[in-house]
Structures are given as structure tokens and as C-alpha cells.
T-cell receptor
Framework: GENVEQHPSTLSVQEGDSAVIKCTYS??????FPWYKQELGKRPQLIID?????GEKKDQRIAVTLNKTAKHFSLHITETQPEDSAVYFC????????????FGQGTTLQVKP | GAVVSQHPSWVICKSGTSVKIECRSL??????MFWYRQFPKQSLMLMAT?????????EQGVEKDKFLINHASLTLSTLTVTSAHPEDSSFYIC????????????FGSGTRLTVV
């Protein structure tokens, strides 16, 4: 099955700095790569995703880059704000088949004002 | 669109009793529903995958006789925690896969279960 590793487990940055979280996966067949943000006690929210035929995708301050050869993808947040503080999860999956999401261990991001 | 309604949002039950959690897709048909459990400060762990009209597929280590999943219709999936014990206290959350011209997932709001 899919083995997912996420680093770092915690990340503390000053407001306005950039944050990068990396996700490594094992199943080379994975072709859907989302990032979720979860606030305490709430459901995960999709913040950005990328498909396997694309190397990079950007949405305002958030971007995701994919390296299929090395089997990792990264979340980039620029100009961080205190409201970005949350836990972020990667969850690579295979579109088709069961399509189940296997979540990484999570990264707690703290943005200090 | 693509909303999954999950109830209850929280429940407290006595040890040994059973608790049922419902996830209902409001504006689409959910052929596949996933059930996750999340302990404090941990990741979401997939418990099982349910497909409408068939038996659920459980992940390794998840007791299918303890966590009963029913997906009898395209809009309703239920998880019943039977003979609950304090160690079953957790955040349970469902997710439906979307396949309507775009690919993704929608999550229920979660159920906080406390077994006393």
C-alpha cells in the first residue's frame, strides 16, 4: 500500500515569511496530489491539488510542485499570515480504483505575528 | 455544492453501548464513502471504504465487527461503533469521492465521540 511521509512535523515562521512542506510517497501509480488544511476540531479543507501531468500549480499565495520521478510533492505558502496557522496534510491517491486518500502525518504550521 | 452532512457532531456515551454516526450526501450521489478516525494531534487514519450496495472494505487492523458500516443508499452511509470503550473515543469523519467532471473529495464535519 501507499506509504506517505511528510516533513517537517512542525514549522514555525514569522509573518510574511515563506513556508514549505514536503510529502514523499511510495506508490508510483499515484496521480492525484492534494494538500489539506485542518483547523482544530474541523474537517480538512482542500487548499490546492495537482494532477500527475502537471509539474506546478499556483493559486495566489499557495503553490504545489510535483516531482513524479522522485515521488514527492511540496506545498509552498508565501507571505504567510497568522490565519495560515493550522495543520496541513498531504494525501496522494490514485484516481480510479478505490481512490482512497492516505494522509501524511501532518505538519503543524505556526505563523508568528 | 457537493455537501456531506454528518451527524451527530458530538456524542457522549457510556461504555458498552453502541453509537451510530450518519453521513448523508445532500446534492449528489455518493457511490463511495470513506471513514476516518483521528486521535488528538494525529493524522486521519482510514478505517474503511464503503460502496453503495456492497460490503465495506476495512483497512488492516480495523475490527469489522466492532465498526459496522452500512451504505444502503447512494445518499447515506452509516458507521456504528458497537460496544464502545473509552479507547474508541476519537474524532470520526467521513469523506465522499467526487467524480462529476472534476475529481476530488468532500468531507463531513466530523463527529467527536467520547466514551465514559
Amino acid at each position: 500500500g501507499e506509504n506517505v511521509e511528510q516533513h517537517p512535523s512542525t514549522l514555525s515562521v514569522q509573518e510574511g515569511d515563506s513556508a514549505v512542506i514536503k510529502c514523499t510517497y511510495s506508490d508510483s501509480a499515484s496521480n492525484y496530489f492534494p494538500w489539506y488544511k485542518q483547523e482544530l476540531g474541523k474537517r480538512p479543507q482542500l487548499i490546492i491539488d495537482i494532477r500527475s501531468n502537471v509539474g506546478e500549480k499556483k493559486d495566489q499565495r499557495i503553490a504545489v510542485t510535483l516531482n513524479k520521478t522522485a515521488k514527492h510533492f511540496s506545498l509552498h505558502i508565501t507571505e504567510t499570515q497568522p490565519e495560515d496557522s493550522a495543520v496541513y496534510f498531504c494525501a496522494p491517491s490514485l484516481k480510479g480504483g478505490t481512490g482512497k486518500l492516505i494522509f501524511g502525518q501532518g505538519t503543524t504550521l505556526q505563523v508568528k505575528p | 455544492g457537493a455537501v456531506v452532512s454528518q451527524h451527530p457532531s458530538w456524542v457522549i456515551c457510556k461504555s458498552g453501548t453502541s453509537v451510530k454516526i450518519e453521513c448523508r450526501s445532500l446534492d449528489f450521489q455518493a457511490t463511495t464513502m470513506f471513514w476516518y478516525r483521528q486521535f488528538p494531534k494525529q493524522s486521519l487514519m482510514l478505517m474503511a471504504t464503503s460502496n453503495e450496495g456492497s460490503k465495506a472494505t476495512y483497512e488492516q487492523g480495523v475490527e469489522k465487527d466492532k465498526f459496522l458500516i452500512n451504505h444502503a443508499s447512494l445518499t447515506l452511509s452509516t458507521l456504528t461503533v458497537t460496544s464502545a470503550h473509552p479507547e474508541d473515543s476519537s474524532f470520526y469523519i467521513c469523506s465522499a469521492r467526487l467524480d462529476r467532471g472534476f475529481y476530488g473529495y468532500t468531507f463531513g464535519s466530523g463527529t467527536r465521540l467520547t466514551v465514559v
